[in-house]
């Protein structure tokens, strides 16, 4: 297992080299949207408040843009998650959003689910399913199912190769293994009103298929492989930063994806970006635009920029920070954390 501070040394100096080529770019991101009547991006509602309950996580993926493993100590504490509690009182927030890491690992996890049930919010959970086969989390299935929680999950592929090849040995068996338990207590069945979401985002260098058309053959190979069922199928776009960034130079591909994503824009889908009607908060209670934001420490523009003097009206009046990462959202038929956007 690589140490911390050798992939922080890594991921500096891929930075660094990003910069680097950025500045060598003729199209920059703002650009395009000027084009496209939509600079400076602004915010139409504040509706979802994302929240990174930390970078502690069981895997270690290496297309993971928050660089999350079993080694990283960064975790929200109660404190904050209180802070958080008072933001999503907020009228025009109706849904929270749980990221890690894997957020199931925060230890105030169950007690911050149940808070937020309580104040009538639609609550999703990013788990990355394997978490949910350890003995220590055997009852999180039955917690989700009695809180309505929404669960979203990572699934590369339905095939063993190519999960495990992305997301480490062994990972593959024990995601079906956790899919099998939701499936029981009542996700993903019609009726149930259980909802359970699958992730896609390519292995390589390159956009993600037609989402409608993928869901399908998931839903056939899922269930006659392994009696697997799920309500729907969302493809996200690699960014490149972070750990898909390192893997883009490693292989010399860094140029040939960014001039990729800036060709495939798509004024449509920039217009429906996440960050619109999303705020991120870091795990240390910091405000970003979105969660590649966060990751590349580009703060909100606003002088809310931190969960603890969380001001919904300034936060709307802010212009959304870009970059050329932001191509990633809006090429092709678009990305969110919701899948495709257009």
Request: proline share 4%; hydrophobic share 35%; net charge negative.
């Given at each position: 297992m690589?140490?911390?501070?050798k992939e922080?040394?890594?991921?500096?100096?891929a930075?660094?080299?990003?910069?680097?080529?950025?500045?060598?770019k003729?199209?920059?991101?703002?650009?395009?949207?000027?084009?496209?009547?939509l600079?400076?991006?602004?915010?139409?509602?504040?509706e979802?408040?994302?929240i990174?309950?930390?970078?502690l996580?069981?895997?270690i993926?290496?297309?993971?843009?928050?660089?999350?493993?079993?080694?990283?100590?960064?975790?929200?504490?109660?404190?904050?998650?209180?802070?958080?509690?008072?933001?999503?009182?907020?009228?025009?927030?109706h849904?929270?959003?749980?990221?890690?890491?894997?957020?199931?690992?925060?230890p105030?996890?169950?007690?911050?689910?149940?808070?937020?049930?309580q104040?009538?919010?639609?609550?999703?959970?990013?788990?990355?399913?394997?978490i949910?086969t350890?003995?220590?989390?055997?009852?999180?299935?039955?917690?989700?199912?009695?809180?309505?929680?929404?669960v979203?999950?990572?699934?590369?592929c339905y095939?063993k190769d190519?999960?495990?090849?992305?997301?480490?040995?062994?990972?593959?068996?024990?995601?079906?293994?956790a899919?099998q338990?939701?499936?029981?207590v009542?996700?993903?069945?019609d009726?149930?009103?259980?909802?359970l979401?699958?992730?896609?985002?390519?292995?390589?260098a390159?956009?993600?298929?037609?989402?409608?058309?993928?869901?399908?053959?998931?839903?056939?190979?899922?269930?006659?492989?392994?009696?697997?069922?799920?309500n729907?199928?969302?493809?996200i776009t690699?960014?490149?930063?972070?750990?898909?960034?390192?893997?883009?130079?490693?292989?010399?591909?860094?140029?040939?994806?960014t001039?990729?994503?800036?060709?495939?824009?798509?004024?449509?889908?920039?217009?429906?970006?996440m960050?619109?009607?999303?705020?991120s908060?870091?795990?240390?209670?910091?405000?970003?635009?979105c969660?590649?934001?966060?990751?590349?420490?580009?703060?909100?523009?606003?002088?809310?920029?931190?969960?603890?003097?969380f001001?919904n009206?300034?936060?709307?009046?802010?212009?959304i920070?870009?970059?050329?990462h932001?191509?990633?959202?809006?090429?092709?038929?678009?990305?969110?954390?919701?899948?495709?956007?257009?």
């Amino acid at each position: 297992m690589k140490t911390l501070q050798k992939e922080h040394n890594k991921l500096s100096e891929a930075s660094f080299q990003v910069k680097t080529l950025e500045n060598t770019k003729e199209i920059k991101f703002s650009e395009k949207l000027k084009e496209a009547g939509l600079f400076p991006l602004k915010p139409t509602k504040i509706e979802t408040l994302q929240i990174n309950l930390g970078k502690l996580c069981n895997q270690i993926c290496e297309h993971c843009h928050v660089d999350a493993g079993p080694d990283r100590k960064e975790i929200m504490i109660k404190e904050v998650l209180l802070q958080c509690l008072e933001a999503a009182k907020t009228p025009s927030i109706h849904t929270v959003d749980l990221t890690g890491g894997a957020p199931e690992m925060n230890p105030d996890f169950r007690w911050f689910v149940l808070e937020l049930s309580q104040l009538g919010k639609k609550v999703i959970v990013r788990s990355n399913l394997t978490i949910l086969t350890y003995k220590k989390y055997l009852d999180i299935p039955q917690f989700y199912a009695d809180n309505k929680v929404t669960v979203v999950s990572s699934m590369p592929c339905y095939s063993k190769d190519n999960v495990d090849k992305q997301r480490g040995n062994g990972v593959f068996e024990r995601s079906i293994q956790a899919l099998q338990k939701l499936n029981e207590v009542g996700y993903g069945k019609d009726g149930s009103g259980l909802e359970l979401d699958l992730v896609f985002n390519p292995g390589g260098a390159s956009l993600p298929p037609e989402q409608k058309a993928l869901e399908l053959d998931y839903k056939r190979e899922l269930k006659e492989l392994f009696n697997v069922e799920f309500n729907n199928l969302f493809t996200i776009t690699n960014l490149p930063i972070s750990r898909f960034l390192d893997f883009l130079l490693k292989e010399g591909k860094y140029e040939d994806y960014t001039n990729k994503l800036i060709e495939s824009f798509n004024p449509l889908a920039a217009k429906e970006v996440m960050c619109r009607n999303t705020i991120s908060v870091g795990w240390d209670g910091k405000l970003f635009d979105c969660d590649f934001n966060q990751m590349l420490e580009l703060g909100v523009a606003s002088s809310s920029q931190n969960i603890k003097e969380f001001n919904n009206l300034e936060l709307e009046k802010r212009d959304i920070i870009l970059g050329q990462h932001c191509y990633g959202c809006s090429a092709g038929s678009g990305s969110s954390c919701q899948g495709s956007l257009a």
